[in-house]
């Protein structure tokens, strides 16, 4: 069910963009790519998505995507900041007229004060360079693999909800 909104997301993500002659990048954490499959389910997807990063550890975090790697230390890599951040670097690097970024925890994790799996998106516009769309989602009780989906679903849904689509 979850796949299927995102599948439903990124439909219409996929017609705005086209119709729009915008592009559209993306930076991802723990969605491990799942944003990027979604957005290509489609064909012609090439028209308007350009590609994207899966940055795992801080250090590639800090090398592709220019997050800064102190702040993203003191987190885990896991902050609305660290999801802008990842979200304009994807943009600047790919010269893309949107961007998308995600991060977080998909399980709990004890150590970081995380008793549930979180996460953050963040949607930016080349046009102003600005934040259009952000927020913290929380899974208590979902399996590592449901929260991935759901965070890519949730990012998509909040793309479009920013979109007006």
Same mark, same amino acid.
């Given at each position: 069910m979850i796949m299927k909104t995102a599948e439903n997301s990124a439909r219409r993500i996929h017609q705005w963009f086209v119709? $729009? $002659? /915008?592009?559209?990048?993306?930076a991802e954490s723990l969605t491990s790519g799942r944003l990027q499959a979604a957005l290509t389910l489609s064909s012609g997807a090439s028209s308007f998505f350009l590609g994207g990063i899966t940055a795992y550890t801080i250090s590639i975090k800090a090398l592709l995507l220019? !997050? $800064?790697?102190? @702040?993203?230390?003191? !987190? $885990? %890599? *896991?902050?609305?900041?660290v %999801?802008? /951040? +990842?979200?304009? &670097? *994807?943009?600047k690097r790919m010269g893309a007229? #949107?961007?998308?970024a995600t991060t977080g925890f998909a399980e709990p994790s004890p150590a970081d004060g995380v008793p549930h799996p979180k996460a953050h998106y963040? !949607? =930016?516009?080349?046009? &102003?360079?600005? *934040?259009?769309?952000?927020? +913290? =989602? @929380? #899974?208590p009780g979902l399996t590592r693999n449901q929260v /991935?989906?759901? !965070?890519?679903?949730?990012?998509?849904?909040?793309?479009?909800?920013?979109?007006q689509i």
């Open positions: 119709a $729009n $002659n /915008q592009t559209l990048a993306a220019g !997050v $800064n790697e102190d @702040e993203a230390r003191k !987190v $885990n %890599a *896991v902050s609305a900041s %999801a802008r /951040q +990842m979200a304009f &670097g *994807v943009l007229d #949107y961007a998308i963040a !949607v =930016v516009k080349a046009e &102003g360079f600005s *934040v259009i769309a952000e927020e +913290m =989602v @929380e #899974y /991935q989906d759901a !965070v890519t679903a949730d990012a998509l849904h909040g793309l479009c909800k920013a979109l």
